[in-house]
């Protein structure tokens, strides 16, 4: 038998050898970077989900999954956050006080329904039959919309409308406001959705 024979036979039981180590060790090393992180399980049942606003410029909305819901985070601009002064007459519970505590944390109970006024963190999730309402942000005329709409969300499967705070109109098919969830700002670029200060 060769030198060669042997190297080539030695080079091959390396090879084999170095590719089982290194299975094993993806084996040990996935099951230990899955558990750092939130399973699907824990999201279902809860855990916070962290979101990334400093992209988001004034007008822009974004969506991110908590609990399997959508969750909302719109940047409004000046303008948004002037028309809403105007609305309390028009709205089923402008001050959010049916189901406070249910639907409406303490520290969102003010006209802007947020922490920061240009921050509006809701549930996208109609409180009458658990549709998803449309984005309508624009002011104007529109169809299905008064002449004389501001801005804020229309629930196409019966009707009812949301204004820019999710605050749902008199006399519509939703009884309830959208639902604001626990949330805090980490810093002024993070969002923490499912915690706050009082959890």
Not at 19 to 33: C, E, M, Y
Not at 80 to 92: M, P, S, T
Request: charged share 25%; aromatic share 6%; with cysteine.
């Amino acid at each position: 038998m060769s030198d060669s024979t042997v190297d080539q036979g030695r080079r091959t039981w390396v090879a084999i050898t170095a590719g089982a180590g290194a299975i094993g060790a993806a084996s040990v090393a996935v099951p230990f970077v899955s558990s750092i992180t939130p399973s699907e399980r824990a999201k279902a049942a809860g855990a916070a989900v962290e979101a990334d606003i400093s992209g988001l410029k004034p007008g822009e909305k974004m969506t991110v999954e908590w609990r399997g819901k959508p969750v909302w985070i719109l940047r409004r601009t000046p303008e948004q956050l002037e028309g809403l002064k105007k609305l309390d007459g028009q709205l089923a519970d402008p001050k959010s006080q049916r189901k406070a505590d249910e639907l409406t944390p303490s520290y969102a109970r003010n006209e802007h329904r947020s922490i920061k006024p240009e921050f509006l963190v809701a549930v996208g999730i109609c409180s009458h039959l658990g549709c998803s309402p449309s984005d309508k942000l624009a002011p104007g005329a529109q169809p299905s919309l008064p002449d004389d709409w501001l801005g804020g969300f229309l629930c196409p499967c019966h009707g009812s409308t949301f204004d820019i705070a999710g605050r749902v109109f008199k006399n519509k098919p939703a009884p309830d406001n959208l639902e604001v969830p626990p949330h805090m700002f980490l810093t002024d670029t993070r969002l923490l959705i499912g915690e706050d200060k009082k959890a």
